[in-house]
Antibody
Framework: QVQLRESGPGLVKASETLSLTCTVS????????WSWIRQPPGKELEWIGY???????NYNPSLKSRVTMSVDVSKNQFSLKLSSVTAADTAVYYC????????????????????WGQGTLVTVSS | SYVLTQPPSVSVAPGKTASITCGGN??????VHWYQQRPGQAPVVVMY???DRPSGIPERFSGSNSGNTATLTISRVEAGDEADYYC???????????FGGGTKLTVL
């Protein structure tokens, strides 16, 4: 049973860098993309980007200038860094397993998030 | 950027049928996935590729996608279906993902 768990500070000061880690258990971090998605309180979901175990990444254009994602295969973890945060970055941050277009047929559905972490609330303070 | 438009809310009586729409330019040519999010919980996928149900999702859930509108239909609605529903598209050219604004389903 694959499980994802987010970890990191729940409070970040404005203008600083938000850092989160997602630990994957029950599956090897290869084969799939690993995405970050966020949801401001009472608002919609927003895809932030994904990282592949090779280290390749793809980011939402609206956040690209501030986002860095990385992966640690030895620890089965992947990470998110979001720089220069403001109050608008206050949100629940989810990590999720994401299906790449080159996944073997029948393994998953391209572009879909089939497993999610429980989410972690990050509040940006002024 | 590609915009997906969902109605903010849909209300339906128990036992009736709910239709939640997702509008987008030529969305019928794209792969659409649907998620259910109950309060305080992470989203759960309820429909893949327009009309493929994950295991564990009741047959009451179905999907369609044509032209500029994708639709998630829930038949014989139950109180437990009350939740927020999000459509999501995968863009094959950029490999980006986009979510709709979400629809709150209220069971009267």
């Amino acid at each position: 049973q694959v499980q994802l768990r987010e970890s990191g500070p729940g409070l970040v000061k404005a203008s600083e860098t938000l850092s989160l880690t997602c630990t994957v258990s029950g599956d090897f971090i290869g084969t799939y993309y690993w995405s970050w998605i966020r949801q401001p309180p009472g608002k919609e979901l927003e895809w932030i980007g994904y990282v592949y175990y090779s280290g390749s990444t793809n980011y939402n254009p609206s956040l690209k200038s501030r986002v860095t994602m990385s992966v640690d295969v030895s620890k089965n973890q992947f990470s998110l860094k979001l720089s220069s945060v403001t109050a608008a970055d206050t949100a629940v941050y989810y990590c999720a397993r994401d299906c790449p277009p080159f996944a073997p047929y029948g393994v998953c559905y391209t572009g879909a998030f089939d497993i999610w972490g429980q989410g972690t609330l990050v509040t940006v303070s002024s | 950027s590609y915009v997906l438009t969902q109605p903010p809310s849909v209300s339906v009586a128990p036992g009736k049928t709910a239709s939640i729409t997702c509008g987008g330019n030529n969305i019928g040519s794209k792969s659409v996935h649907w998620y259910q999010q109950r309060p305080g919980q992470a989203p759960v996928v309820v429909m893949y590729y327009n009309n493929d149900r994950p295991s564990g999702i009741p047959e009451r859930f179905s999907g369609s996608n044509s032209g500029n509108t994708a639709t998630l239909t829930i038949s014989r609605v139950e109180a437990g279906d009350e939740a927020d529903y999000y459509c999501q598209v995968w863009h094959s050219d950029t490999d980006h993902r986009v979510f709709g604004g979400g629809t709150k389903l209220t069971v009267l």
